[in-house]
């Protein structure tokens, strides 16, 4: 399964860079995604690249402040946050699609393979 790393306790307006390696797998045409969920609540998608890199999706709460990109001679997809708050406090989940993928997608059904998390704490 992906390993995530990265996470902490940051005050909002501050930046984060998670990290998520295929640790034995391969992202090897495969689409990569984040997820999270926050207390409370269920998974929410966030953000996914393609395996090309050409393509990338993103939740409307986080464009313009997440991006994501990977390093495929690494097999090591990024999350990076800026300009963070509060409400992006949740455990961030790094997923890989159940099958190959051209594209990428948002459905949460079409990602398998699911990460242990890591969490994200953004205070005021």
């Known amino acids: 399964q992906p390993v995530e790393s990265g996470g902490g306790l940051v005050q909002a307006g501050d930046s984060l860079r998670l990290s998520c390696s295929a640790a034995?797998?391969?992202?090897?045409?495969?689409?990569v995604g984040w997820f999270r969920q926050a207390p409370g609540k269920d998974h929410d998608f966030v953000a996914s690249?393609?395996?090309?890199?050409?393509?990338?999706y993103y939740a409307d709460s986080v464009r313009g402040r997440f991006t994501i990109s990977k390093d495929n001679a690494e097999n090591t997809v990024y999350l990076q946050m800026n300009s963070l708050k509060p409400e992006d406090t949740a455990v961030y989940y790094c997923?890989?699609?159940?099958?190959?993928?051209?594209?990428?997608?948002?459905?949460?059904?079409?990602?398998?393979?699911w990460g242990q998390g890591t969490r994200v704490t953004v205070s005021l």
């Open positions: 034995g797998r391969t992202f090897s045409n495969y689409a």
């Open positions: 690249i393609s395996w090309s890199g050409n393509v990338a």
């Open positions: 997923v890989r699609t159940r099958s190959g993928y051209a594209g990428t997608t948002r459905n949460r059904a079409d990602f398998g393979f």
